[in-house]
């Protein structure tokens, strides 16, 4: 016989146990060790174990503790102090339920009988109850004879809380009505708390456990309780001493510990969706090249392992199946010039990118988050599979990672990855940047897993996002998930716009609390790389495109519009703009071309197949419209061009029209300002209010994407702007680029997150995120 064995006679006939414990000051607190012992117990690492909230706590606050991944699932909820109680599920118990609620006379007749007394209700969501603040002078005969009358109870706890309950109401009661109801016995139940409205549950006969730290009117009513036990740890430390105490083994399996205790040699982990390199096969062989997109933030990261700082970076690596023969998960990105940083692969397989990449991703979460919720498609089977995507980047980020190291996950289509790791490493510091815009809380939380991921955001230590209004926005969505203190705030001016933009706001939260955690919070507009830029503006090879492109001007104003087959880049409205404007301006006939480049969609992304069929009927009628032998209005595109050709349009060009109906932060506007500045030129940046770098790029032309006549007023006064304005502004717009660049974006997000506290606790004396 085993030792689990020998232990389970004394446990109880069944040998499966029932904990049922308080949350505050019992199952939330306690060590990071504690806790995830705790959470692997009742998470299957003890058969047959299970657990019940026992909670003065309302429903409807405990539902974000439902998502919370370092918390075991109940099987039970008692809440309100008794007075409700359901299963995991939030499906009533009955007929537990319904007889608690005949037996309550309601809010309001409780709060008119005791309106004479001085009590003052707490602002807490609360059912078949009455919550109030009181000292304990205030519990008089009078009062006590008022809540008898009623036909309910009086609890008092911890100096200050009182409770009006339906008679014979109380956490014990509520236990021992539970037990009788779905069959379990007594002998399988061990009872965990820390106030004295716990006390009732410890007093029914149970095996008990009191916490370290407990109120010491609980310990002293319960210290000649034979069955209960008064442990010293706090918390779940505590739990797990009185679990060991009445005979449990409370160690997590030996594969789990393991598992658990697995440390990786990287103080850097990036956990980005894409490699840092292209993976080519030639002649059968999969070897490495540099990426052809110009993005210059995969660069831009890569430099923070340029010395020998240890780093690993997740990606994914598309291959015929999830364990392909021979695959090497670790390979060096350039032995060379980042010595100590490697690709930590993780093997997916076509149909793994094709569902949580290009149709998951663009299709439920991509409308939602740019506002477009008409457009989202919502199908679990697409959402399970992007749980295993992320279950795996999480997994292999935990084996990178050295203790206490930094994890940065990087975008949307990696929210879940936090929700894994914390319970896997607790020790980490886990820090996402949003590169996205995030959108209003009415919007975002039409995602039918809106809890998941903000619960599993909730589990970073910090939290950046472009702009301050996203960052604000995340707050909103937070605060329709959970309780929410915030911690601090900074304002928005000088450094990004407030009131003159239809993304501005005047102040951010910079930090807040939810439940017993801390999550720093800042905006960090993504830069461009200038340097690069610069080099590319003033090359041969570019100064002649952009000559070549002038000369077929010749003369006329190049308007430039580049962006991505998109719904959201506004491509349909800004040529029906330039239609009307051509209608209403006859006289810039001959003396303007826009020339629209767009760049079409990832191969396999047929939702945006109609809004290009309807791009190319528009621009047919405008140049059908307007057209003459010697010139065509619109100018179109539909391929991707080289970096170096985007730059030598952005030389030739005067203007740039870039006007999505929304967009994250829109780097294609940088981009223009940093090749005017580099070729020392001046020119107008026509810009929607609805991207975010409309508050970041003071000087720009703003106008509003969805309303025609801003559009033409815009590109109209961007065309009959004299010349010391437009010097003015372009000088404003590119002092910003350029302070505030590519690698200025990484160093403050980077310092921002090392700020942001010790991994996984409030901590008020440390510093808050800046804003960048």
């Not at 309910?152 to 539970?178: E, H, I, T, W």
Request: glycine share 8%; proline share 5%.
């Amino acid at each position: 016989m085993n030792l689990v064995e020998s232990l389970r006679p004394e446990i109880s006939s069944t040998g499966k146990l029932i904990l049922a414990t308080d949350l505050d000051g019992t199952l939330l607190a306690g060590t990071h060790a504690s806790r995830r012992r705790i959470r692997d117990l009742f998470s299957g690492g003890l058969p047959g174990a299970r657990i019940v909230f026992v909670t003065g706590r309302s429903l409807e606050s405990i539902m974000p503790l439902l998502s919370d991944p370092t918390i075991p699932a109940p099987h039970y909820i008692v809440a309100d102090v008794g007075a409700t109680i359901v299963h995991g599920d939030l499906r009533p118990v009955e007929p537990l339920q319904h007889d608690i609620a005949a037996r309550w006379p309601g809010s309001q007749a409780v709060l008119r009988a005791l309106a004479a007394f001085s009590l003052q209700r707490q602002s807490v969501p609360q059912e078949r109850r009455c919550s109030f603040l009181v000292g304990e002078s205030g519990i008089t005969a009078e009062l006590r004879a008022a809540v008898d009358a009623l036909g309910c109870d009086l609890m008092f706890s911890a100096g200050r809380y009182l409770d009006v309950l339906p008679r014979g109401v109380d956490k014990g009661a509520a236990l021992l009505g539970l037990a009788a109801a779905e069959g379990i016995d007594h002998a399988d139940i061990v009872v965990a708390g820390d106030t004295l409205n716990d006390l009732a549950m410890l007093r029914c006969g149970l095996r008990g456990i009191v916490v370290g730290g407990a109120e010491p009117a609980l310990i002293e009513q319960v210290r000649k309780l034979k069955r209960v036990h008064i442990a010293s740890a706090e918390g779940c430390g505590g739990i797990l001493q009185g679990l060991a105490h009445h005979g449990t083994l409370v160690e997590t399996s030996a594969a789990a510990q393991v598992r658990n205790d697995a440390r990786g040699q990287a103080d850097l982990v990036m956990v980005y969706h894409r490699l840092p390199f292209d993976e080519v096969v030639e002649d059968g062989v999969c070897v490495q090249r540099s990426p052809k997109s110009p993005n210059g933030i995969i660069p831009t990261l890569l430099r923070f392992f340029a010395g020998k700082r240890k780093g690993a970076w997740v990606a994914w690596s598309q291959q015929d199946s999830r364990q392909p023969a021979g695959f090497d998960s670790r390979v060096s990105v350039d032995a060379q010039r980042y010595p100590a940083l490697h690709a930590a692969r993780i093997a997916l397989t076509a149909d793994d990118v094709d569902l949580f990449y290009k149709k998951f991703s663009k299709e439920a979460f991509w409308p939602i988050i740019f506002s477009f919720p008409d457009k989202a498609e919502f199908k679990q089977a697409h959402w399970e599979r992007f749980l295993e995507v992320n279950r795996l980047f999480a997994e292999q980020t935990a084996r990178e990672a050295a203790e206490g190291a930094l994890a940065w996950i990087h975008d949307y289509n990696l929210w879940m990855v936090p929700a894994f790791l914390r319970p896997l490493r607790p020790d980490l510091r886990i820090a996402f940047f949003h590169h996205t815009a995030f959108p209003s809380s009415d919007i975002f939380n039409i995602l039918p897993w809106r809890r998941d991921i903000i619960g599993s955001l909730l589990q970073c230590d910090y939290v950046g996002f472009h702009i301050p209004r996203y960052v604000e926005n995340f707050v909103d969505a937070t605060r329709s998930f959970a309780p929410v203190e915030v911690l601090g705030t900074t304002a928005c001016a000088p450094r990004f716009l407030t009131y003159g933009c239809a993304l501005g706001v005047d102040t951010m939260t910079t930090a807040i609390e939810v439940g017993a955690r801390r999550i720093g919070l800042g905006a960090h507009p993504v830069g461009t790389d200038v340097t690069l830029i610069g080099q590319l503006a003033r090359s041969p090879a570019v100064v002649e495109q952009a000559n070549g492109i002038t000369d077929y001007l010749n003369g006329v104003t190049g308007v430039i519009s580049i962006e991505r087959l998109d719904y959201v880049k506004g491509s349909l409205q800004k040529l029906e703009a330039f239609e009307q404007f051509l209608e209403q301006y006859p006289e810039y006939a001959g003396k303007v071309t826009l020339i629209n480049i767009i760049t079409p969609a990832a191969a396999g992304m047929e939702i945006y197949e109609s809004l290009r069929l309807e791009v190319d009927r528009v621009v047919g009628r405008i140049n059908g419209r307007f057209s003459t032998l010697l010139w065509v209005p619109v100018r179109y595109f539909y391929r991707s061009l080289s970096f170096d050709e985007v730059v030598a349009h952005y030389a030739a060009c005067d203007i740039a029209w870039i006007t999505p109906l929304r967009d994250g932060l829109n780097l294609v506007a940088k981009e223009f300002v940093a090749t005017r500045k580099a070729i020392d030129k001046s020119g107008v940046l026509i810009l929607s209010e609805f991207a975010g770098a409309a508050v970041d790029l003071h000087g720009a032309v703003l106008t509003n994407p969805y309303d025609g006549r801003s559009m033409v007023a815009g590109l109209h006064q961007a065309l009959s702007m004299g010349e010391d304005e437009r010097a003015y502004r372009t000088a404003r717009m590119a002092a910003i680029v350029t302070e505030h660049d590519v690698t200025r974006w990484a160093a403050d997000f980077e310092r921002a997150a090392a700020g942001a506290g010790e991994p996984g606790v409030i901590d008020r004396a440390a510093p808050l995120g800046e804003a960048a």
